[in-house]
């Protein structure tokens, strides 16, 4: 998080993803906040609502404006889920589709 407040431009946005270790603490110079106008937002689960936000992403999906499967490097079983581990563990994988019917 450190490094990405850093690389952020005056003026400019971090926004964090992702859950830290809860005793993680995140420390800046304040003075960057205020004379350099920067700002830091969190977002959880993509700060989707999912009643809102799935029918508009399958629309976009179907309108050809979502590439989704471009993003879905690996499908696997469900009994292959400590593969599907494996790959993200080995940077192998970025996006996983588990087939439970299968």
């Known amino acids: 998080m450190i490094q990405a407040y850093e690389a952020t431009k005056c003026g400019g946005t971090t926004i964090t993803v992702g859950l830290p270790a809860p005793n993680k603490m995140f420390s800046i110079p304040a003075i960057s906040i205020t004379a350099e106008e920067r700002t830091i937002k969190g ?3 993509g700060s989707c609502i ?3 936000d799935i ?3 399958i629309g976009m999906y ?3 404006l979502l590439p989704v499967d471009k993003l879905q490097t690996h499908t ?3 009994e292959e ?3 599907g581990f494996d790959r993200l563990a080995q ?3 970025v996006r ?3 087939d439970f019917g299968s």
């Open 43 to 45: 977002s959880y689960m």
């Open 55 to 57: 029918p508009r992403f």
């Open 81 to 83: 889920i400590n593969l």
């Open 76 to 78: 696997l079983r469900l």
């Open 62 to 64: 179907q309108a050809g």
């Open 96 to 98: 996983q589709i588990v």
């Open 91 to 93: 940077g192998l994988a």
């Open 50 to 52: 999912p009643r809102r």
